[in-house]
C-alpha cells in the first residue's frame, strides 16, 4: 500500500514521514521510503545529459528560443521526458505497492497530482492531456494533505531557492489555489498545520 504526505513547502511532510518511520505502528510490514523528486529515469537521463539541464530549461523558457541546438533540442526533450518519467514512475509503484504487494508500503512526501503544478508553476510545462491522466491517477491507500499557512510556506521556500518573495508568494498562490480544486476533485483528507 502507499501512504503519501502531500502539502506545500514547510507543512511538514518529512516530519511526519520520520515520525511513522520511527514509530511502531508499522513494524509488521516492509517499509519503503521514497524521497520526493527521486525518478529512475530522470536520473538516467541527468546522468546523459547532465544534472543541471531542468534548470537551463527553465532559464531557456524565460528567454525564449535560442541559437543553440542542443539546448533547443533538450528544452522539447524535458517538455515531454519529464511528465513520461513521473507517469512511468508512479504507474510501477501503484501497480507494485497497490495491486501486487500488499504487506509492502511506500511512504512517499509527493504524489502524482503534485506534480501538475510542479509542470505548470516550475517549468511552465502545460500539457492538458498530461494534467488529465495526472489528476485522473488512482488515488493511494492513504493520502494526506498538509495545509499550512501561506507565509509559513513562503519563508521555506524562499530559504531552499533563494529567489525573490514576489516570486514565491506568487507560486505559493497558484499552489493553494491548484490544492483546493484537488481536495474537492479527489476528496483528500486536509490536516491544518498549527501555526507555529
Request: glycine content about 4%.
Amino acid at each position: 500500500m502507499i501512504i503519501v504526505f502531500m502539502g506545500g513547502p514547510g507543512s511538514g511532510k518529512s516530519t511526519h514521514i520520520n515520525k511513522l518511520l520511527k514509530s511502531k505502528i508499522l513494524k509488521n510490514y516492509e517499509v519503503v521510503f521514497k524521497p520526493e523528486d527521486k525518478f529512475f529515469l530522470l536520473d538516467i537521463y541527468k546522468k546523459l545529459f547532465g544534472a543541471n539541464t531542468t534548470s537551463q530549461f527553465v532559464e531557456s523558457k524565460k528567454h525564449g528560443v535560442g541559437k543553440n541546438f542542443k539546448m533547443n533540442f533538450l528544452r522539447h526533450l524535458i517538455a515531454i521526458f519529464y511528465p513520461l518519467a513521473i507517469l512511468a514512475e508512479y504507474t510501477l509503484d501503484y501497480i507494485h505497492y497497490e495491486i501486487l504487494s500488499k504487506n509492502k508500503i511506500l511512504l512517499k512526501e509527493r504524489y502524482i497530482y503534485d506534480y501538475v503544478v510542479t509542470l505548470n508553476c516550475n517549468l511552465d510545462i502545460n500539457l492538458k492531456a498530461i494534467n488529465q491522466i495526472f489528476l485522473a491517477f488512482p488515488k493511494p491507500f492513504i493520502n494526506v494533505f498538509l495545509d499550512v499557512d501561506a507565509r509559513t510556506s513562503t519563508g521555506t521556500q524562499r530559504k531552499k531557492q533563494r529567489v525573490g518573495r514576489i516570486k514565491i508568494s506568487c507560486f505559493i498562490k497558484r499552489l493553494s489555489r491548484y490544492i483546493e480544486k484537488l481536495l474537492n476533485i479527489k476528496r483528500l483528507l486536509s490536516l491544518m498545520q498549527p501555526e507555529k
